[in-house]
């Protein structure tokens, strides 16, 4: 309750959204976040913030989602710095024309290609990595030169109160800002017009996001979820594969991760000795009850927690559990599952898991996994565990997906970083 001292907060509206954009443009206008000086300072800024604050990030994570101290040091703030003293280095260069050939016709004319910001642009980031997902997108509008505005999501609170609390510290409030709230924030944002909008999140908001911009005929990126199959040869070091798969799915945020492993396909003769290499992992990784151990992610929401469970308790699945499927709703905890011979109709296989529930889909040979990835949508991420040439060479000319990766999972997002 507010007390007659404290003052209300005016609520953010489509008027205040548009006052903010409004001034966003007047920074943009004198022209300081076109230069080389303001850009470098601004990634200088963002890179002692994260050198100064780091345990107050790792503590916001802990907060938002139980997230492991190593688990948020190395996939949220270590990928941060990375990209500031990555960007830091490159950002001249960047900037600099590009001298290109004219032709005969327009003789004896010079050409360059001329690097220009957009200028005003929102990014709206997602909560299962509330740092690095909303920081880097902001990492690479400030090195374009833009000034922007970060919306965080609300699902994860403290990320988002500590992002405001942090950009008003270390950045240039005239130019860079954080909007926070939920809904009708986000909608507020969405009614004005922006030169650039990037969306990291689900693909039902991701609509909504491109409806809004259609509008305005702003540019959008989508960093959008999917699918992500894990295809498993009998032609492997099982217990490194095994080990890289637990990585790849419950180390990572357990499971609510876009790239982490969706599901497994393998043949019938090798799941059974799958199976029991993950379990033995498992435990090495967790220990013999899950749902106590430090080093798992809790689920990030009740909403999610209850989307998780009608996933495992439907009918076709709930009798399928080979491993697992203990939860505390109270904690918001569920111990790493793992589902065999899970039907294809079912829910679990139609939409993205996005969680530490893990179906392994079995076929006579592995060659026939081609065919189970190609009958669905594309995948974000598709995964091989093999040591046979020939059927790397196939599953690169056979699967399509935003990246391909072989005996591992998830490390061509953090090359790429």
């Not at 913030?49 to 190395?74: C, Q």
């Not at 959008?224 to 492997?236: A, E, F, T």
């Not at 065919?371 to 974000?380: A, D, F, R």
Request: charged share 25%.
């Amino acid at each position: 309750m507010t007390s007659e001292h404290e003052e209300k907060k005016p609520a953010f509206d489509s008027k205040a959204a548009s006052s903010l954009v409004k001034d966003l443009r007047d920074a943009f206008g004198t022209g300081k976040t076109r230069g080389y000086e303001w850009r470098a300072s601004q990634l200088r800024s963002l890179l002692k913030m994260l050198n100064e604050r780091e345990n107050d990030i790792i503590e916001a994570l802990r907060s938002d989602l139980s997230k492991p101290v190593l688990e948020a040091y190395v996939t949220e703030v270590v990928m941060l710095k990375s990209s500031c003293e990555f960007t830091l280095k490159g950002l001249k260069h960047w900037m600099m024309p590009e001298k290109v050939k004219t032709t005969i016709t327009t003789f004896p004319s010079s050409a360059e290609i001329v690097p220009e910001p957009f200028g005003v642009v929102l990014v709206i980031s997602a909560w299962n990595y509330p740092f690095m997902l909303s920081i880097d997108p902001v990492i690479g509008a400030i090195a374009a030169g833009n000034a922007v505005v970060l919306k965080p999501s609300e699902i994860a609170p403290a990320s988002s109160s500590l992002l405001a609390k942090l950009f008003g510290e270390y950045l240039d409030s005239s130019a860079v800002k954080v909007v926070e709230g939920a809904v009708p924030e986000t909608s507020a944002l969405l009614e004005q017009k922006w030169d650039k909008i990037f969306y990291t999140g689900n693909g039902k908001v991701g609509r909504i996001v491109s409806a809004a911009a259609a509008k305005h005929l702003t540019p959008v990126a989508l960093e959008l979820g999917g699918k992500c199959p894990v295809i498993v040869d009998s032609d492997i070091n099982l217990t490194v594969a095994a080990r890289r798969i637990i990585g790849g799915k419950w180390a990572l945020n357990n499971g609510q991760a876009c790239i982490a492993a969706d599901h497994i396909i393998t043949t019938k003769d090798f799941a059974p000795k799958l199976i029991d290499a993950l379990k033995l992992e498992l435990e090495k990784f967790f220990g013999k009850d899950p749902l106590i151990s430090e080093d798992l992610s809790r689920i990030v929401s009740s909403n999610h927690f209850a989307r998780l469970t009608k996933l495992l308790d439907d009918d076709k699945v709930s009798g399928k559990i080979v491993h697992g499927g203990r939860r505390n709703k109270d904690s918001l905890k569920i111990s790493p599952t793992i589902l065999l011979d899970v039907p294809e109709d079912s829910l679990i296989m139609n939409e993205e898991i996005f969680g530490p529930l893990l179906p392994i889909v079995t076929v006579d040979n592995i060659e026939e996994s081609f065919s189970v990835i190609n009958s669905g949508e594309k995948p974000l991420a598709a995964y091989l565990f093999t040591n046979n040439k020939t059927l790397k060479g196939k599953f690169v000319r056979n699967i399509s997906a935003g990246g391909l990766l072989i005996n591992d999972i998830g490390l061509h997002v953090r090359t790429l970083s």
